[in-house]
């Protein structure tokens, strides 16, 4: 089972911005088939989706809460994905994990705590 690796989150004061890393190097050669996507849990919330990246990276979806504020991207040759996240808010906290997934498989990373608070 490929492991996905989380990293970038800390304490951030509102308005504050970070970059998450995930990095996908178990998946080799096979990463640039994969969509990528980011997703956050609060604590007592379920899962949201926050953030998604087609295999081509043409295609982008974010949900409103986050949607101008935050941007996902990858890098093929270092099987890397990224999320850039501006004017962060205390409803961001949350640990966000990592996802990729195709029709035959879906990873995820173990997470990274991002806490917005002053």
């Known amino acids: 089972q490929p492991q996905l690796v989380e990293s970038g989150g800390g304490l951030v004061q509102p308005g504050g911005s970070l970059r998450l890393s995930c990095t996908a190097s178990?998946?080799?050669?096979?990463?640039?088939?994969?969509?990528t996507g980011w997703f956050r849990q609060a604590p007592g919330k379920e899962r949201e989706y926050v953030a998604g990246l087609s295999r081509s990276g043409t295609a982008t979806y974010y949900p409103d809460s986050v949607k101008g504020r935050f941007a996902i991207s990858r890098d093929n040759a270092k099987n890397m994905v990224y999320l850039q996240m501006n004017n962060l808010k205390p409803e961001d906290t949350a640990v966000y994990y990592c996802?990729?997934?195709?029709?035959?498989?879906?990873?995820w990373g173990l997470g990274t705590q991002v806490t917005v608070s002053s």
């Open positions: 178990e998946l080799g050669r096979t990463f640039s088939n994969y969509a």
């Open positions: 996802n990729v997934e195709n029709d035959q498989a879906d990873y």
